[in-house]
């Protein structure tokens, strides 16, 4: 009986041959591409050496004309070895400067200045070149830039309660609606009132006139009352003149009350707002979103022979990496990742310990606990799907296939491009490389299994493999979790 392969399964099994293979092919083409280049040793005295990392480039006028060969420690100073090619001669009052190249990664690398003097440094390893200023301190940057960014969270916060709030809403509203019927109101009583008011100022005009006739006829006291009574309907007349002027600029529309009585263009601007306000959260709502766990347990053989740099062996083997992630999706075939990863291999650093007696140099290597960052966004093509952005504090790619109704899953990605070799290891810079096939024998959980650090295990003989689990759950879960929650003890 012949057995029928399905096309998923044929595409699967040829991701999984070529992939490898063409890595294989671009490494050996790679090494079999560099060769070594004459150069010599000018020495660099630093008051810090972090991210300075050996390997990395020495430059003038953005073109490489060496790296760091060796970092040693003398004093409270720490000297570099510039290793820099033959035929790049360096003047004897040049200067060297200190950039850094992402402040993502913290990593540097050397500038150098060219000077004009016609004499040239030696080229026999005793020479010396001065550092021209101090790099800059980028932590307090980060710092400062933290500050900023919490403070605009404050503010976002605040903003998003008044918005978010229906009772503040219909408040406002509230308020505008009260504001435009007092401002009728007091139109409407201008209108009715206008000619009572007429009619008041004629009569007090009768009145004083009058009064004035009478006032030539009395006797001197009765003069004087007149004269006070005069000045009652001066006050009285200028009441009206007053009330009058208001109702005019009303019916106008000057001032607060008469734009809002007889401009609405106000309060369509207020009302167009509030609509903008409401369209960008009914977007942030309509927004599906998974929050999921993955935990896998390395294991591996050991180097064939022994080398320094492992002083304890397989970086990965007997580690267990631990991943919290949430994924955000604005459309079906489209999201983005956000991780937090316990990175089992850690923070490799170094320390170097002369022996006062011996002179000899002994380098002292430490590991650490590591936590990486991932932010990557994805797009999906039917079975096939890409991603890109930061992959666990570096720079990476990868793809999935999707095949048995999305059931079972291959990934492969490229990640950590310029420290994805084992740190320790003073040779290329090998990006960091995960292949796995994934299969979810129920909805929301999930197996896995695959391989990791290819490239370094195949320059120096060993392997590295992970099995793992994981789970994961959308926001419907989330409702229904709420749902049998108990409202009250």
Do not use: C
Request: no cysteine.
């Amino acid at each position: 009986m012949t057995v029928g392969w399905s096309n998923e399964f044929k595409v699967g099994a040829l991701l999984l041959i070529t992939v490898p293979a063409g890595i294989w092919a671009l490494r050996w083409s790679i090494d079999g591409l560099t060769a070594d280049i004459p150069t010599y040793t000018l020495h660099l005295s630093v008051p810090s050496a972090e991210g300075l990392l050996v390997k990395a480039p020495i430059k003038v006028a953005g073109v490489e004309i060496g790296e760091i060969g060796r970092v040693t420690l003398e004093g409270d100073h720490a000297v570099l070895d510039l290793s820099i090619r033959v035929e790049n001669g360096i003047p004897t009052d040049s200067f060297a400067e200190i950039r850094s190249q992402s402040l993502l990664t913290g990593e540097k690398y050397i500038i150098v200045d060219l000077g004009t003097d016609g004499g040239m440094k030696p080229t026999d390893g005793t020479g010396y070149i001065e550092l021209k200023d101090k790099p800059a301190d980028f932590e307090k940057i980060t710092k400062n830039v933290e500050t900023i960014s919490d403070d605009l969270k404050e503010i976002t916060a605040s903003l998003r309660a008044v918005t978010d709030n229906d009772d503040n809403r219909e408040a406002l509203e509230a308020t505008l609606q009260n504001i435009q019927a007092l401002s009728d109101e007091l139109n409407r009583l201008a209108e009715r009132n206008a000619h009572d008011i007429d009619a008041i100022v004629e009569s007090t005009k009768r009145l004083t006139d009058t009064l004035d006739g009478m006032a030539t006829d009395t006797r001197g006291d009765v003069k004087e009352e007149m004269e006070k009574l005069k000045a009652a309907t001066d006050a009285l007349q200028k009441t009206t003149d007053d009330v009058r002027s208001v109702t005019h600029k009303i019916d106008s529309g000057e001032g607060t009350i008469g734009a809002l009585v007889n401009d609405r263009t106000t309060v369509d601007l207020l009302n167009e707002t509030i609509g903008n306000a409401n369209g960008v959260i009914e977007g942030f709502s309509g927004m599906h979103s998974e929050v999921y766990y993955n935990g896998r347990i390395y294991f591996g053989s050991s180097p064939q022979e022994r080398h320094p740099e492992f002083f304890y062996g397989n970086p990965l083997a007997g580690g267990g990496a631990n991943i919290v992630g949430v994924r955000l999706m604005p459309q079906e075939d489209f999201w983005y990742n956000f991780e937090f990863v316990d990175y089992p291999q850690g923070t490799v650093t170094y320390e170097e310990e002369l022996n006062q007696t011996t002179g000899e140099v002994t380098t002292i290597w430490k590991r650490a606990p590591d936590y990486r960052l991932t932010f990557m966004m994805n797009k999906r093509f039917h079975h096939l799907g890409i991603r890109l952005g930061i992959k666990e504090d570096g720079g990476g790619l990868g793809a999935s296939y999707w095949t048995f109704d999305d059931k079972l899953e291959f990934q492969g990605d490229l990640f950590d491009f310029d420290l994805g070799r084992y740190p320790a290891v003073n040779g290329p810079a090998w990006p960091n490389a995960r292949i796995l096939a994934r299969y979810r024998p129920m909805p929301h959980v999930y197996v896995e299994v695959g391989t990791e650090q290819p490239f370094l295990g195949l320059q120096y003989g060993y392997a590295t493999g992970f099995v793992g689990a994981g789970f994961n759950f959308d926001d419907d879960d989330i409702k229904l979790l709420l749902a049998t929650l108990p409202l009250g003890l």
